[in-house]
Nanobody
Framework: QVQFVESGGGLVQPGGSLRLSCAASGIPFSIIPMGWYRQAPGKQRELVADIQVGGITNYADSVKGRFTISRENAKKTVYLQINSLKPEDTAVYYC??????????WGQGTQVTVSS
């Protein structure tokens, strides 16, 4: 079945960086737009970045200039490079289809915690 496995999260100080990975299986990855979502405590899950089949990217205003989404189709993997981390970036980060996620495809996500 379809599966997304996120990894790369961790505890980082403000200003630090992380590189998240999302390994996909069970889908024709190379022809599907993908995105990274995050859900902070007490908040709704939000789309923070997406990448189209041709490589065009979009970012939420809150992360623009700090986050970079990329994909490697041969490895069926989506990456999220996160720089200049802020405490408000603390959340569980997920990958899914974008801009409309498939509810049945949510994985466990990877925790990003930004704290001094």
């Amino acid at each position: 079945q379809v599966q997304f496995v996120e990894s790369g999260g961790g505890l980082v100080q403000p200003g630090g960086s992380l590189r998240l990975s999302c390994a996909a299986s069970g889908i024709p990855f190379s022809i599907i737009p993908m995105g990274w979502y995050r859900q902070a405590p007490g908040k709704q899950r939000e789309l923070v970045a997406d990448i189209q089949v041709g490589g065009i990217t979009n970012y939420a205003d809150s992360v623009k200039g700090r986050f970079t989404i990329s994909r490697e189709n041969a490895k069926k993997t989506v990456y999220l490079q996160i720089n200049s981390l802020k405490p408000e970036d603390t959340a569980v980060y997920y990958c899914n289809l974008a801009p409309i996620a498939r509810p049945e495809y949510w994985g466990q996500g990877t925790q990003v915690t930004v704290s001094s």
